[in-house]
Structures are given as C-alpha cells and as structure tokens.
C-alpha cells in the first residue's frame, strides 16, 4: 500500500480531529443535562426527593456510562489536533494545552466518581438518603465539575484559541469566540447553572470548523 503523503495525512489528522470532538461534545452535553436534571442544586428537601426518584437514579448512572467514552474523545480530540499543528506550534502554549487537557480529563473523572457516590448512597440507603451524607457528595461532584474541570477547560480553550489564531488556522471570530467561552468557564460556570454548557457546545462549533476546512492542512513549518 501505497503511504499517504504531507498533505493527505494532514487531512486525515484533521478529520480525526474533528470526528472526535463532535463525539466528545455530544457526549459531554448529554452528561451535563443528565447530572443537572437528575441531582439538582437546590433545597435539602427537594434534592433528597430526587435522589428516591428511579428515574432520577437512573440519569445520573447514564450519564456517568457516558463520561469515561467523553474523556476518551477528547483525549483523541487533544492528540489529533497537537498531531495537526505539528512542529509549528508554540511549545509553551502546547505545554498549557496539553496540560489543561490532562487535568481536565483527570477532574471530570473525579466529579463523576463522586456523583457515583452520591448514586450509591441513595440506592444503599434503600430510601432516603443521609442528608449529610448526600449533600457531601452533591457538592464535592458540582465543586469539581463546575469548579475545577471547568476552570481547566477554560486554559484549554484560550491556549487552543491562541494558537490556532496565531498560525492562521482559526479565524478571527473562532477566536473571540474562545475567549467568550473561557471567560464563560472561569467566571461564570460556577454560579451559574448549565453554564458549563459552553464548553462542549464550544468544542462542536470548533470540530465542525476542521471538518469543513480540513483540505487546508497545517500550516507549513517552512514557510516564512
């Protein structure tokens, strides 16, 4: 078999890339509105109430299915845009990108281990849950949900937005856009309900964008 050429496996890169992210977008927006229908922010009373609710149950344990399949996206979504860029890419913007994504990844699991937690304690309970005990792991998922992956999700998108912008790969409104979503994310996310949604819908326009303008390729590291 033939091997692929520069330009042919940047395209290839760049549907990757793109695949991927409409993946991990869909996927992701799909467990917010799950664990924000399911364990609401709300008066003890009202969330103890839906903690005994099956249904309730039953859309935190789909949308914690869902999360580890989203954290594989991205991290596939991470690799083949860095794949893409390829050597032109500024290496300390890189190191925040790659980190940022890392510890994104890493805080997302943690928010869903402990809205598992808060799922064990209503179904163990076998009725209602220890107020204490459910208010403890509500507010730990949302702290590390809306507080920290949020937040990192946030350097992700400014560190993405910077350099696709300064290699001319990204346009200009892409671009601001980034900055409106990561100002969204680090000020807002957190007291704000569903904000967080900003994220993933972010990460669909961005991997609709590869997948429209994939033919272009990276840019060229030779060139002046």
């Known amino acids: 078999m033939r091997d692929m050429g520069p330009r042919q496996k940047a ?17 992701l927006a799909a467990a917010i509105v799950l664990v924000r229908l399911a364990i609401p922010e709300e008066a003890e009373a009202v969330a103890t109430q839906a903690a005994t609710a ?17 954290g594989i996206f991205f991290l596939w979504f991470l690799g083949a845009v860095r794949a893409h860029v390829g050597e032109v890419e500024d290496r300390f913007l890189a ?3 790659l980190g940022s994504g890392l510890v994104f990844t890493a805080t997302m699991f943690g928010g869903a281990a402990a809205a598992a937690a808060v799922l064990e304690i209503s179904r163990s309970s076998g009725g209602t849950p220890d107020p204490a ?46 900055v409106l979503t990561a100002f969204t994310l680090l000020f807002i996310s957190s007291n704000v309900p569903w904000a967080e949604l900003a994220f993933p819908v972010w990460s669909l326009v961005l991997s609709l964008y590869i997948l429209g303008n ?11």
């Open 214 to 224: 994939r033919r272009t390729g990276p840019p060229d590291p030779a060139a002046p």
């Open 133 to 178: 005990a459910w208010d403890l792991g509500r507010d730990l998922a949302y702290s590390l949900l809306t507080g920290y992956a949020m937040r990192m999700a946030a350097v992700f998108v400014t560190s993405l937005s910077v350099i696709g912008h300064r290699l001319g790969v990204l346009p200009r409104w892409l671009m601001i856009l980034g």
């Open 95 to 97: 190191t925040v990108l």
């Open 54 to 70: 099956s249904g309730q149950r039953n859309a935190v344990q789909w949308a914690l299915d869902l999360i580890p399949f989203a």
């Open 11 to 27: 395209m290839e890169t760049a549907r990757a890339a793109g695949l991927a992210g409409v993946v991990f977008a869909v996927l």
